[in-house]
């Protein structure tokens, strides 16, 4: 008979508690070098000769005090949900501050294993751990780890089985030790189930009223009941004259620093010299905002680049495929309206969806996901954040929108990591703002038709680099706009105050990422192919062939929704697709040739120059091309990001606003450039 | 002196944390304490954040924030 034990990963934020999960789980669990990866709980599996362990990996937290919504998320997970050990994975570069964490958690579990990861950079830094001495001290395993080498997890997975259990550590005050012991007088006669007692004294006295809801919610009952009250009230009269926050931690931090004395024998004084150059340089005042945009053009320009090379690989592999399916699916008579059914509205949308759509994502997002490998976007976040404070919002917002680069869904749920309700409400209603990786083809092949030409030289790579990085730009001072207006408007309030950790520079893993990346784009875009594009690929197709009267369905709708988009530039099929697009942006410009196509009289494209010309036959003008770039880079947010949305914040209210507040600006700019372009051309 | 007026490469030790509660309790998470001992590293390019080393991490902290913590230079 197996075994099944529980295990929590804790740890102070970007120690590589991700890292270790993956390597124990073999899954992928998305990892960065910035605190606040990590938001949501993950679990996994993993097993050895004797058990099978179900391993959760925890967002990182500084301290159990918890501010922020992801660090509650760690907090109660470790408080209510008894795991049968906690693997505490420690930065070993900088020992003195996690022991802090390791501490609070002695305080709340018992039965510890201490994970001291990144080895590899303490001995670059020249740092001597006394692991031996460590273990005699906290008595618990102290396991030396290179989480992204592998190296040390076979260890790390033995010492789970060990019995030993941490020894108390923390001695408060005299007085406060006093009330504790008095409050757990009380609480010995209340059924706490797995929760410390001493633990829920300390919450007591500290007051903290959010937590102790949380207990009741967990405990089934009130646990501040009259006897208790009066305890409480009486102690926390007497220690009336004391700072109790201030000092429990200090008492904690003193004791960290009295262990690390011990068992660190040197560290440098200095910062290393590496991260103090890189710092100087991205950080310059001259230089710190060109660098990060010559980053993101760089980026575009290899994406746009290469992405040529499998775009036209896969899509001429379709296309020799469309012919051979045709005669297959007749050949085995299945009525000619399903055949075309499957080939042309099934078929055809998944091959754009697969050929156009998937290489710019499978490029951009490992090279993005490199950079924040390497600890440099929370750089960017410190350069701008003089904009965002201008704009009252938190500074951890550039974080947020980073994420949304990769995907808004993501972006939005990272938005936990801002502890200000405000401020957080504020990122997650802009972040539809920046254009996410899935926006880039549609973007890139709108400018290569009708901006910038078909001649893939160097020159007009770059031109269509610079070009995508302006519309880029222009979410990104939407951004900024909004968030200003919010916070004079439905959201006011002065700017809340945060943190910002600016982490070493590591060196990125470049290969392990690539294929961990790519393979993450591939099959998020052909798991959506398959559950979005395909059914709407064979609706569009329907309401494209089905006639009332003598007009189809799609084109009544088109027709009727026509006057309305000319006056932004666009027209009623654009339109239609970006509203039949809501499943998934990929599918829009499918539902737009599809559309056309069924009313013109060419049948065929298959490449961007006769894509542009079936375009101009549907009256495409440079007008409509701009306009519709505005409109890809501001409309509404896809629907999973909506759903995300909803799930965080729980309010339709914020979903709606998240709804209107990018369409509306969407349609005031394609109004604006729609006017004034039409003076000029 | 506060935090905030520090220099560049100043080196100074924390005497007093006079912020509210929230931001205060977010200090302490990092070890932000008196008697920890901050230096003060680079400022960013609108001058309305500074990064410090505290407890060997680097930590930035906006100056509307840090002109409540009360620090003096080292003797
Ligand atoms: N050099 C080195 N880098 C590591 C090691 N372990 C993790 N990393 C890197 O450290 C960074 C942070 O790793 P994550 O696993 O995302 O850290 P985390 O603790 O999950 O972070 P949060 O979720 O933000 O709390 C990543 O860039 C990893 O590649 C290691 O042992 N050595
Ligand atoms: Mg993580």
């Known amino acids: 008979m197996m075994n099944n034990k529980k295990i929590a990963l804790a740890g102070n934020p970007n120690v590589g508690k991700s890292t270790v999960f993956n390597t124990l789980t073999g899954l992928h669990q998305h990892t960065g070098n910035w605190p606040g990866k990590t938001v949501d709980n993950k679990s996994g599996f993993f097993k050895d000769e004797k058990t099978r362990y179900e391993i959760f990996d925890l967002p990182g937290t500084y301290s159990l005090l918890a501010h922020s919504e992801e660090e509650e998320n760690a907090r109660n997970f470790l408080l209510f949900e008894n795991p049968d050990k906690t693997i505490v994975v420690c930065d070993a570069t900088s020992l003195l501050r996690n022991l802090n964490l390791v501490l609070q958690i002695t305080e709340v579990n018992k039965n510890i294993v201490l994970c001291l990861n990144l080895m590899d950079e303490a001995k670059k830094k020249k740092i001597d751990i006394d692991l031996k001495k460590l273990e005699d001290i906290l008595n618990i395993p102290v396991i030396p780890v290179v989480a992204v080498k592998k190296e040390g997890i076979t260890e790390l997975v033995k010492a789970l089985d060990e019995e030993r259990k941490v020894r108390d550590q923390i001695i408060y005050d005299e007085r406060i030790e006093k009330c504790i012991y008095k409050l757990k007088q009380v609480l010995k006669e209340k059924e706490l189930f797995s929760l410390n007692p001493r633990y829920v004294a300390i919450q007591l006295l500290r007051e903290d009223w959010d937590l102790l809801e949380e207990f009741d919610k967990y405990l089934g009952y009130e646990l501040l009941d009259d006897d208790l009250r009066d305890v409480l009230n009486s102690c926390l009269e007497e220690l009336e004259d004391l700072d109790i926050d201030l000092l429990l931690v200090d008492t904690i931090n003193k004791k960290a620093s009295f262990i690390y004395d011990q068992v660190v024998s040197h560290t440098s004084k200095k910062r290393s010299l590496i991260d103090q150059k890189i710092d100087r340089i991205v950080t310059n005042k001259y230089l710190g905002i060109p660098i990060m945009l010559l980053f993101l053009a760089v980026i575009f320009l290899i994406t746009i680049k290469l992405s040529n090379y499998p775009s036209n690989f896969l899509y001429n592999l379709f296309f020799s495929f469309e012919d051979d399916l045709l005669l297959f699916l007749e050949g085995i008579h299945l009525p000619s309206y399903l055949v075309h059914l499957l080939v042309f509205g099934v078929f055809r949308t998944v091959m754009w969806v697969v050929s156009v759509m998937l290489p710019p994502m499978m490029i951009f997002f490992p090279f993005f996901t490199i950079l924040e490998d390497s600890g440099y976007l929370p750089r960017i976040a410190f350069n701008v954040d003089g904009v965002f404070e ?94 200003k207006i919010l916070s004079k408007t439905i959201l006011k309030g002065s700017p809340s105050s945060f943190v910002l950790e600016l982490p070493s520079y590591r060196k990125p893993q470049i290969i392990k990422t690539i294929i961990t990346s790519v393979l993450d784009r591939t099959i998020f875009v052909l798991g959506r192919a398959i559950v979005v594009a395909i059914p709407t690929g064979a609706l569009i197709y329907l309401l494209a062939n089905t006639y009332v009267g003598d007009a189809t369905i799609l084109s009544i709708c088109t027709n009727f929704l026509d006057p309305f988009a000319k006056i932004f530039g666009l027209d009623g099929v654009i339109l239609m697709a970006f509203i039949l697009g809501f499943p998934a942006n990929e599918i829009v410009v499918p539902i737009i040739i599809m559309a056309y196509l069924n009313t013109s009289a060419m049948m065929d494209y298959s490449s961007l120059v006769e894509l542009k010309n079936l375009l101009i036959d549907n009256g495409w003008t440079i007008i409509t091309a701009v306009c519709t770039l505005i409109f890809v880079v501001l409309h509404f947010p896809c629907s999973t990001t909506c759903l995300t949305i909803y799930k965080e914040t729980k309010s339709l209210k914020i979903v709606l606003l998240s709804i209107f507040i990018p369409l509306i600006c969407g349609l005031t700019l394609c109004f604006i450039a729609n006017l004034f372009l039409g003076i000029f051309v | 002196m506060l935090l905030s007026e520090t220099k560049v490469n100043d080196k100074t030790i924390v005497k007093r944390i006079v912020s509210n509660r929230d931001i205060a309790r977010r200090f302490l998470d990092i070890g932000l304490t008196p008697g920890t001992v901050v230096e003060t590293l680079f400022e960013n390019i609108s001058k309305n954040l500074c990064a410090y080393r505290i407890r060997g991490a680097v930590v930035s902290i906006r100056k509307s924030d840090s002109k409540d913590i009360i620090v003096a230079y080292d003797e």
Request: contains cysteine.
């Open chain 1, 390 to 483: 201008k704009c009252s919002s938190c500074g951890k917002q550039a974080l947020t929108m980073a994420m949304g680069f990769g995907c808004n869904s993501v972006g939005v749920s990272g938005c936990k990591i801002i502890d200000s309700k405000r401020e957080r409400l504020i990122a997650t209603i802009t972040n539809a703002f920046v254009p996410c990786n899935g926006k880039f083809p549609t973007i890139i092949a709108i400018i290569t038709m009708f901006l910038v030409g078909f001649n893939t030289s160097l020159k007009n790579t770059f031109l269509s680099a610079v070009i995508l990085l302006l519309f880029t730009l222009l979410g990104i001072g939407m951004t900024f706009l909004i968030s």
